[in-house]
């Protein structure tokens, strides 16, 4: 079967594949694009039981010498202790300059594998191999790396581009239910920055039945948004759309609140906000709120304006007495609304009350 390439623009470029059977063509995919080299694979227990041996297998079978380092899997991995067991693995094996990274799960593996690689003898190369649709639609592209301090999440990291993102949208059939609507709640949130035919998608079907043109869709517009910005001083943080909340939904729930579910309610919030202050061009509540609950994910939270206000004015983004929102007028049209940080109560309000 064919797949989709799709490039990101930057001084070193990349190209994103889409399509099935990726990871069983992993090994020649990356020959072509990376040449030869000693292979690290980084995963985590539960994605290792499913696709570890496939992708060793295939990079075998086109001639790579690899290494694979497996850790518990779960968001309590991406902390510091892993990532230095990481980067001494990676010495242990003696990897060189000319060496590779390959990121083989979702979100936390991204983040902690391309940190690693970003950091490990001042940066290697690093492939990412998506496997939740979160990761693919949003987290594997772009270069953001972290891990988390007691202090916050994401407190530690870098930008560090990869070199090719491999993305089979085999890997979804055996996501759990859960994580395909944490995947769909990025997915909607491009759906309503881009618009048409994106959000159609995620209004009268949902990611389940669409999977492919969906993750294409999106990846094209993140890919787009990237090489305009790499290091988001300007249109990137328009991906920051509903995570202003979300941010403080998750906050709030001490994190056990997914963070697409909590962005899911911050999307709703915001889109009935705009509405019910009179910012929009059309109505966007009803159809925001639509493709939400259509993908399994809440339009409502039990913790009150105020307190997600508190939560969300003690977050790294706030400057000065302003905070910088991503609004949308229109499905397909949002903008940035500097807001007082005094106001953000009521901003959030106006969203909270229209959605009882
Ligand atoms: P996210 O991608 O949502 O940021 P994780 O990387 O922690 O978060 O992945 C979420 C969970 O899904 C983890 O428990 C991970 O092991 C599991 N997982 C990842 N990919 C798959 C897959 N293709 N099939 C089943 N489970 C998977
Ligand atoms: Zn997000």
Redesign the pocket.
Known sequence: MEHRVIPVHLRESYNVLIGGGLLAKSGSLIRVALGDCRLAVVT?R??AG?YLDGVLTSLREAGYDTCSFVFP???QSKRMDTLSNLLEFFAEERLTRTDCVLAL?????GDLAGFAAGCYLRGIRYVQLP??L??AVD?SIGGKTAVDLPQGKNLAGLFHQPSLVLCDID??H???AE?LS?GAAEAIKTGILEGEPLFSLLETGNVREHIEPIVAQCVRYKANIVGQDETETGPRKLLNLGHTAGHAIEKCSGFSIP?GYAVAIGLAIIARAAETLGAVDEPIAARTESALVRNGLPITTKFSPEALANAALSDKKRTGGQITLVVPRAIGACYFLELPTAQLENFFRAGMEAGK
């Open positions: 985590d539960n994605v499913l899997a779960g968001e799960g979702g979100g936390v593996t496997t939740t979160l990761a987290s890997c979804f055996t996501l759990p994580e944490n963070h």
